[in-house]
């Protein structure tokens, strides 16, 4: 990943959000806004936790905190699952970051970690079912 795209990435996220992305503020508008820009940063870009730690002056474990407990922000808002798929869509269109070859990668990767999150709820869907038949 290079630094110019981390720059675009921020910059843009400032402007979309409409605040300081680098604010140390807990606002809930801050926090849902950086949960989001860390998961980017892990999903689009693979950088490690260290790295976005890094960008932000926080440490990692702050940075997966807040990308774990993303999904539970966006079942109590939905509204942040649109807002990160507009950031992505302003983020790609104006900086056009990947080439084919990384495109085709990233997607490759997405679609392993679908595949093998489909199979954890697949487990858990059988370990809740036998939790349930135990109690019965």
Do not use: G
């Not at 290079?2 to 503020?25: C, G, P, Y």
């Not at 490690?48 to 539970?72: C, R, S, V």
């Amino acid at each position: 990943m290079t630094d110019s795209a981390i720059q675009d990435l921020l910059v843009a996220a400032s402007e979309f959000f409409k605040l300081d992305i680098h604010s140390s503020s807990r606002t809930l508008e801050h926090i849902h806004a950086r949960a989001i820009v860390y998961s980017i940063f892990r999903d689009c870009n693979l950088m490690t936790y260290q790295e976005i730690a890094k960008i932000f002056d926080k440490n990692h474990a702050t940075i997966m905190h807040a990308i774990k407990e993303l999904p539970y922000m966006i079942k109590q808002q939905p509204e942040l699952e649109d807002k990160k798929i507009k950031l992505l869509e302003i983020w790609t269109s104006e900086y056009a970051l990947f080439d084919n070859k990384e495109r085709a990668q990233k997607i490759k990767n997405l679609q392993d970690r679908i595949f093998l999150l489909n199979l954890e709820v697949t487990l858990l869907s059988k370990q809740v079912n036998r939790l349930q038949n135990v109690n019965d």
